[in-house]
């Protein structure tokens, strides 16, 4: 067995996250060991009001005022990562108020500044309304309007039909009086200037303000938030709520300038606040996975079964092949998710303005494989738990529909990575051609398996390019159905970039490990990860002869000596994911 001290090196590499080092996550770590995150057996609107309970409690703990935390990616996403572990809707009310709301505002560059102190003792909750029943992935065309009067100087915002209305957005009476940030197309003497947002009071205690009608909409799956469908009627607001910016603004005397030089631009500046968003709803779903895959390798200790043979012995149920081989796989998973998150995370903080358009769209595939990924990861620890774990109070029964939320939020995962496919194509560097194999080389050796995946997404790189271009019988039909007959080969591309990119910082992690027992246990873990992407394409790989066929004949036991290797440190690399114990403790399954 390894030493503690392995334990602990495995969880200072994998909370690591910038300057701060791991304190950034030792912080959230310690909030969310507070009694009032722990279980309570509640109704719907029971729970809805809880989350905000507990809002306000971390906003009681936070470690930097709430403007800076706002203006801060690594802490906002530590908050979520931390927070999804108890609670997905706490983590959802938070990161909107915070990251959407606040800094919306708080990116404003009007000269006056606003007085936002009742957001920042949480007196009034801040929420961010921007799709529409009509308008979801195709948000640049949502339909409320906000038309300048300029008799009155006032906005009126107005929703103009059912289609119109916004959904989702967390506007019922739970939590206390609430203020949105609106978008909506901003209308001045009839000319649509593009979509730009709106300081909007929605309620005080007594109910919805005039003009402001909100609909719950029902309960939905996973940690219950208050999503409702919001619509207005006429609702006039100052000039001055105007959220503004160098894409646009609107000065004393009515005049209207802007520096983007179209209503899509602006558009993309309106919402400039949802590719933080998209770090945290990755943060989210990777705090929820490394939940779920502690609790169910604890359990896979604590639950005993007959040993084989119909013996009289009984063995835990982590003892089988079966059971460990498949945690093993996916906490595999969870490492390199959350080392490529760090990895993400601090590209996003230091980048450099030319950088801005890779950078983003790096995040957005870094969304798309963290989330798909997360929910594979709950959704397999949830049946390795068996019918204990589809009871809420086990905690587990929750996550896979948390991370089907994360999936939909900030951009619809498949909408972006098609966007990102689109943008690779001949906007990303062409990977070099990978050597040959030898014979030589041993399956187990990650710079090897590195070099087979650089050549995965190298063809499908050059299939998306090949497509795009081919001959197709409605080729005159134009640039859409070029695209979508291009559409698979950009998405494998998106792919396949994602699990190098996961690769690479998952073999940098491997180098700072200053323990040699350390260092081996994750090259053993790197490698499990690497080796199960090369064997789900080591047809083309031998095919194209970057593995021999000695390689391909051997991989599936290669696989099973490294699960054989790891299998004795399964409790080791879980209890590295540092869940509180309070919260483990709180849990019957685990108790009893």
Known sequence: MLS?????????????????????HAHWRKVIGDDLFRHHPATCEERWQLSYDRLRRINEELPLPPDQLAHDPRHLAALHEWASVVDGATATVAG?????????LLDDDRSAPRDLSDFMRLSRVGT??????????????????????????EFVLHTPH?????????????????????????????????VFLFLTPLSNHRGALPGVSVTSLPERIGSPVDHCVTSFDRVRLPRTTL?????????????????????????????????????????????????????????AGHRHVSGPAGGTQRVPISAYRSHHGRLLEKIADAYAMTF????????????????????????????????????????????????????PANGLAEFPANTDGAITAEGDNLAVWSKAGAEMIFGHELRPASPHATGAEQLTDVAFLRRALAHVERQAHLAARHDLRAPHPDREKGSFVRWNNATASALALVEAYAVGQAADAFTTACTRAADTATRTLLNDLCALFMLRHVRAHDGPLLADGILTADHVQTLPGILNTLTSRLAPHLDTLAHAFDIPEEHLSSLPMLTD
């Open 4 to 24: 503690n001290e392995t334990c602990l090196e495995l969880r200072d590499l994998l909370f690591h996250d910038g300057p701060e080092g791991a304190a950034v």
């Open 96 to 104: 909107i108020h915070y990251n959407l709301f606040l800094g919306s």
């Open 128 to 153: 961010f309304l921007c799709t529409e029943r009509a308008h979801g992935n195709d948000a640049p065309a949502l339909e409320t309007v906000a038309r300048y009067d300029r008799g009155s100087d």
């Open 162 to 194: 059912p289609g119109a209305a916004k959904f989702m957005p967390n506007t019922s009476p739970a939590g206390g009086p609430k203020t949105a940030v609106v978008a909506a197309r901003l209308l001045i003497d009839n000319r649509d200037e593009g």
């Open 243 to 299: 959220v503004q910016g160098s894409h646009g603004q609107l000065d004393a005397d009515g005049t209207f300038h802007s520096t983007a030089g179209s209503a899509r631009k602006r558009f993309l500046h309106t919402i400039n606040r949802v590719t933080v968003g998209k770090l945290c709803m990755s943060a989210s779903t990777l705090g929820g996975a490394r939940a779920a895959l502690a609790i169910a390798v604890r359990y």
């Open 340 to 391: 490529w998150h760090r990895t993400v995370t601090d590209r996003w903080i230091t980048h450099a303005p030319a950088e801005h358009a890779p950078v983003e769209r790096l995040a957005a595939i870094a969304k798309g494989w963290i989330t798909w990924r997360a929910r594979d990861i709950t959704i397999e620890a949830r049946e390795r738990c068996g019918a204990r774990a589809l009871f």
